[in-house]
């Protein structure tokens, strides 16, 4: 990884140019399959449908979650003294246990002030990183070098997230949201809409619809298809972070100790006060049951992992005043750090490697195929990491809360570390044959070749549904 920061030349294109004009206008006459909607309240709704080839490639993903995961994995942290940390992580089976090893690949100064977040593309092959110095640096992770720096905020970076392989969203304490094409990092759309600092942003798992909160204690819907904001809502105090959850059925805002957890029709479900100051939070499945987790690192040195009781159908907060019972219960902590979790973050990896074919038949058996691990930085310099795989079930009758342990641990030697994010590695090997799949690669060219030709502003996700209806448009005019 180079260490010392170069410009852009003509040949790289991370500097920003002007927003291009987007297919806006022409969008805004079409019927938009995710749309948001009014209820009869005046308060925001959320529908999703899945249409055409993105419905199959939902099921692609699904059907192959198991076989294309990947082997090896890289851990990438920010801190305050403008380092960054490069780890490669690895599994092995040593005497019938699964281990898991840590190994430095890079760490240099990446910016001239504190790195205040970091994200990796899904693939793994891209990484960015910002900072208080206003700038989001791009690296291509794989090949370990700078490709450039987006000039584009001017003020803090707050957050960055990756919703695709080919669009990077960053927020800032500029009061806007950037989205860029990782193509040629042009600038695709600047939302505006906040007064004041935009602390974060989240893009549902369509692409379609993003949440986001600051400091003027609103939450502001986007409308990412068409590039604009469609609906805020007053939640009378500052959020810090906005997560949705895993299946994109309800969100998560978190603001000091509390976490408030909304349906899409934005009626109160859940409303969480943690016993200390809150970090970070983040929606998770299980690795090895059915439904979701929510991790929180905080003050208190750990990271709480709370399960969502009781069932649906069962009283929630809005249906019982707020009633604790009804409140997603602690039943897990991570431990292992000695000082706040700053930032945490998750993968899910493949753990057979070498293949199956070369294992003894008992450690199949006796090991999963696939796993969750989940990375945490702390203000003590330490790096952990989790393996989800040891989140015993639920047990309704058990009253104590399980501690698990990192299964591995880089110590920085005392650097203030401040983010973290997972990229995946090296692609797994199917787990039944041992061959390399190369279902996954089929999908990432795919992917690669939609971007190339994506050079309009079509939205984070698919332009499946802008085709489909420019046709339907058609066969109108021609009835006509």
């Known amino acids: 990884m180079v260490a010392k920061s170069r410009p852009a030349t003509k040949k790289t294109t991370a500097e920003v140019r002007p927003t291009k004009k987007a297919r806006i206008e022409d969008s805004v006459s079409r019927k938009i399959k995710h749309r948001t909607t009014k209820t009869s309240n005046e308060e925001p709704t959320v529908s999703v449908q899945y249409k055409g080839k993105q419905k199959a490639d939902q099921n692609i993903v ?26 490669e992580g690895s599994t092995s089976i040593e005497n019938d246990e699964v281990k898991f090893h840590l190994k430095p690949i890079f760490i240099f100064p990446a910016h001239v002030s504190c790195i205040k977040a970091v994200a990796a593309s899904p693939g793994g092959k891209w990484l960015a990183t910002g900072s208080a110095d206003e700038i989001v640096k791009v690296w291509d992770l794989k090949r370990k070098k700078e490709i450039g720096g987006l000039m584009h905020h001017e003020g803090s970076i707050t957050t960055l997230l990756f919703p695709s392989r080919s669009h990077l969203v960053s927020a800032s304490e500029d009061g806007t949201i950037g989205i860029f094409h990782a193509r040629d990092w042009s600038v695709l759309r600047t939302l505006r809409g906040h007064k004041g600092h935009v602390n974060s942003v989240d893009v549902h798992l369509s692409g379609k619809v993003a949440l986001s ?249 698919a332009d499946e549904d802008e085709e489909e209806e420019e046709g339907e448009e058609d066969e109108e005019e021609e009835s006509d």
């Open 62 to 87: 699904k059907n192959l979650s198991s076989a294309v995961l990947p082997s090896t994995f890289k851990i990438v942290a920010g801190s305050y003294e403008k380092l960054l940390y490069g780890l």
């Open 213 to 461: 909160v600051g400091k003027d204690r609103m939450l502001r819907m986007w409308d990412m298809m068409r590039g604009r904001g469609v609906a805020s809502v007053k939640l009378g105090k500052e959020g810090e972070i906005v997560r949705w959850s895993t299946d994109g059925e309800m969100f998560a805002v978190q603001s000091g100790k509390e976490i408030d957890i909304y349906g899409t029709d934005m009626s109160l479900l859940y409303s969480i006060t943690h016993p200390s100051r809150l970090h970070d939070i983040k929606f998770c499945k299980r690795a090895h049951h059915d439904g979701q987790v929510l991790l929180a690192s905080a003050e208190d040195k750990k990271v709480s992992i709370y399960d969502f009781l009781p069932l649906p159908g069962q009283p929630t907060a809005s249906d019982s005043g707020d009633n604790k019972e009804s409140s997603p219960k602690i039943v897990a902590e991570l431990v292992g750090h000695g000082n706040r979790v700053k930032a945490l973050q998750t993968l899910n990896i493949s753990l057979l490697s070498p293949p199956p074919s070369t294992l003894p038949t008992s450690s199949i058996r006796r090991h999963p195929h696939s796993t969750t691990i989940i990375s945490t930085v702390s203000s003590d310099g330490k790096i952990n990491v989790y393996d989800l795989g040891h989140l015993h079930e639920f047990n309704a009758g058990k009253i104590s809360i399980q501690e698990i342990q990192p299964v591995a641990t880089y110590d920085t030697k005392g650097t203030r570390l401040t983010c973290v994010t997972l990229g995946e590695g090296e692609i797994g090997t199917d787990n039944v044959t041992g061959k390399r799949n190369r279902d996954r690669q089929e999908v990432e060219e795919d992917d690669d070749d939609e971007s190339a030709e994506d050079e309009e502003w079509g939205g984070v996700g």
